[in-house]
């Protein structure tokens, strides 16, 4: 389904924060210039790039009057992305990171689908691409699939559909009142929930129109063994709201909560990593606090079932757990993959 010539094409303003991708950004700007759908807005926010990311933006910016660009001091991709949203003028909002790209006939497709069916939010599929190969498709529902805003919210609570914010087409009032925490890693899991609650349907098209890259670069301002605390604070948020809106799910919202909990604990008591001491006392605070619900969940698999009692059973011998099988063993049982 694509739209025709005579209707009206309402503005759809596409945020990509930029930071150090020299080598990527022209694939990803180039997918968006060759856009089928053409009445587009392409805001770079250039996040304090130090190679030669502003130079391009301006370049680009130049060829064609679509681009905005706008440079500021770095904070991170919640920052960028937010800087984006505050500048943005189109009825309609999508994003894109700088070493991704996105299908030609994304968003003609895609926003078709949305005005035809008068949708609040359309979603696609995303590939994650790796030299050239698609190695994972997140799939959702099948093309044409229409679901309220509070039916697919329950489904990213729990985590059965991922948090990425790229995957949809998003009417502005949605992000009404939200934006990403800045300073925070996987800043879409305590954003996304909201934007899909704030919609009143939303529809899916089951094609892999974005395409992920799998690679080392991009916005950050964090080093890797802070991330599981990060993903526990975005899946607190989750069960946080559950408790006032969801509360057929509290228990499964707080169990993916524990699991990041212990996650956190077990970074710092394997390393002693001194960053992960105030998150670890955090994390152990609400693992005391809510000790009852978290043992009496059975939907855990058995490993981590063994390592969130022995935690609760024994602290010294959680922490000798953790010296012994360091990130070879226990991390495995006790992390999850994001999907």
């Given at each position: 389904m694509c739209m025709s010539k005579n209707e009206v094409k309402p503005k759809l303003s596409i945020?990509?924060?930029?930071?150090?991708?020299?080598?990527?950004?022209?694939?990803?700007?180039?997918?968006?210039?060759?856009?089928?759908?053409?009445?587009?807005?392409?805001?770079?926010?250039?996040?304090?790039?130090?190679?030669?990311?502003?130079?391009?933006?301006?370049?680009?910016?130049?060829?064609?009057?679509?681009?905005?660009?706008?440079?500021?001091?770095?904070?991170?991709?919640?920052?960028?992305?937010?800087?984006?949203?505050?500048?943005?003028?189109?009825?309609?909002?999508?994003?894109?990171?700088?070493?991704?790209?996105?299908?030609?006939?994304?968003?003609?497709?895609?926003?078709?689908?949305?005005?035809?069916?008068?949708?609040?939010?359309?979603?696609?599929?995303?590939?994650?691409?790796?030299?050239?190969?698609?190695?994972?498709?997140?799939?959702?529902?099948?093309?044409?699939?229409?679901?309220?805003?509070?039916?697919?919210?329950?489904?990213?609570?729990?985590?059965?559909?991922?948090?990425?914010?790229v995957k949809a087409i998003y009417k502005k009032e949605c992000w009404a009142g939200v934006r990403f925490p800045v300073g925070r890693l996987y800043e879409d899991i305590p954003v996304t929930f909201k934007v899909f609650a704030a919609a009143k349907n939303v529809g899916f098209i089951a094609e892999p129109f974005y395409k992920y890259r799998e690679n080392d670069a991009g916005i950050t301002l964090s080093p890797k063994p802070i991330k599981p605390y990060h993903e526990f604070l975005g899946f607190k948020d989750h069960y946080d709201y559950a408790l006032k809106e969801y509360p057929e799910i509290v228990d499964e919202c707080l169990a993916n909560a524990a699991m990041y909990a212990i996650s956190t604990c077990f970074h710092y008591y394997s390393e002693k990593n001194q960053e992960l001491r105030e998150p670890s006392a955090h994390t152990e605070q609400f693992l005391k606090e809510n000790k009852r619900q978290i043992m009496a969940y059975r939907g855990f698999i058995k490993t981590r079932k063994i390592a969130i009692s022995i935690f609760y059973f024994s602290k010294p011998l959680f922490k000798l757990m953790c010296r012994l099988f360091n990130k070879t063993g226990l991390q495995k049982l006790t992390h999850f993959d994001m999907k």
């Open positions: 945020i990509v924060p930029v930071y150090n991708v020299e080598k990527y950004l022209g694939k990803c700007v180039d997918s968006l210039l060759n856009q089928f759908y053409k009445n587009l807005e392409i805001i770079l926010v250039d996040d304090g790039s130090s190679d030669g990311c502003p130079h391009l933006c301006d370049l680009y910016a130049q060829k064609d009057s679509r681009i905005v660009v706008i440079h500021k001091k770095n904070g991170g991709l919640a920052s960028a992305r937010n800087t984006g949203l505050d500048n943005c003028s189109g009825e309609y909002i999508a994003f894109l990171d700088s070493d991704d790209w996105i299908d030609p006939e994304a968003y003609d497709k895609m926003l078709s689908f949305l005005l035809s069916a008068e949708l609040d939010i359309v979603c696609c599929e995303i590939s994650r691409v790796q030299n050239g190969k698609e190695i994972e498709r997140y799939q959702f529902y099948k093309s044409g699939s229409i679901l309220t805003g509070r039916d697919v919210t329950r489904e990213i609570l729990l985590d059965k559909i991922g948090s990425h914010v």
